[in-house]
């Protein structure tokens, strides 16, 4: 009797146990088809991932390092980290406008990281173009954690949203310069979508690293509502745990 296998699916926490197939079957499990834990096909994503195993053994090392008490609200809500070789491992799961702040389908390739499925996948690629040049993703750890970030938002019902964030992302984007504005104008994109992406920087800033170059520094510098806001959140889900912790014992 064969077993499922999950490829390169990695999970916080334990991963959802795939039904078992009949005996009768010599292995064949229709109701695998069925399987889609937190609405995640994950029979599917088994299957379509060329990323290397160094690569794999990376990624779960990221995974490992986010703060238990991080990993805790990602537990609760479902999310797994999918690792692939490039963009178009993933291409057949977007929708046909694309990643947000990409409608050109053609600059899809050079994209590093996606999260999708309301949050409950995290994409991981390896590899993107460059130009004419196929080359190894750069600052792996930065996109990491600001998908993490979009993942994390998700799970707190779109914190990213609530009047209280609306309302430190309007205070600093009153005081930003247009120099500045037009530097990060991918976080400042229309209706929700920009302090979505705020968010998700302030917090891979929390972490050490995101994907705008010095954000540790310039995000606490030039949002600093919006990223005191993260902060204070990151220290409250950490503390809160380690509290949970120490009463246990």
């Known amino acids: 009797m064969s077993k499922f296998d999950p490829g390169n699916l990695l999970w916080f926490g334990?991963?959802?146990?795939?039904?078992?197939?009949?005996?009768?079957?010599?292995?064949?499990?229709?109701?695998?088809?069925?399987?889609?834990?937190?609405g995640l096909p994950v029979k599917q994503l088994a299957r379509y991932s060329k990323?290397?195993?160094?690569?794999?053994?990376?990624t779960?090392?990221?995974?490992?390092?986010v703060h238990p008490g991080i990993q805790a609200v990602l537990i609760k809500y479902g999310v797994a980290v999918w690792p692939v070789g490039d963009i178009y491992d993933a291409s057949m799961w977007l929708s046909w406008?694309?990643?947000?702040?990409?409608?050109?389908?053609?600059?899809?390739?050079?994209i590093s990281g996606l999260c999708l499925f309301e949050g409950h996948l995290l994409v991981l690629c390896e590899c993107r173009e460059d130009g004419t040049r196929y080359i190894r993703c750069d600052n792996r750890q930065g996109v990491f954690n600001h998908e993490l970030g979009h993942c994390l938002d998700r799970a707190l019902a779109l914190i990213s949203a609530s009047p209280e964030f609306l309302a430190c992302y309007a205070a600093d984007f009153k005081q930003l310069s247009d120099s500045n504005k037009a530097l990060y104008r991918y976080l400042l994109q229309p209706d929700l979508a920009g302090p979505s992406e705020l968010f998700t920087e302030c917090f891979a800033a929390t972490q050490g690293l995101g994907c705008f170059p010095n954000g540790p520094k310039n995000m606490p510098e030039y949002f600093p509502s919006s990223y005191q806001?993260?902060?204070d959140l990151v220290g409250r889900l950490t503390s809160s745990f380690q509290q949970e912790n120490i009463n246990a014992l």
């Open 14 to 38: 334990a991963a959802p146990v795939p039904p078992q197939p009949s005996p009768y079957l010599l292995g064949w499990n229709p109701a695998l088809r069925k399987f889609k834990p937190f």
């Open 229 to 231: 806001f993260v902060s």
């Open 51 to 58: 990323a290397s195993s160094d690569f794999v053994t990376r």
């Open 60 to 65: 779960k090392s990221m995974l490992d390092n």
């Open 97 to 110: 406008d694309g990643p947000r702040g990409h409608g050109d389908r053609f600059t899809w390739k050079t």
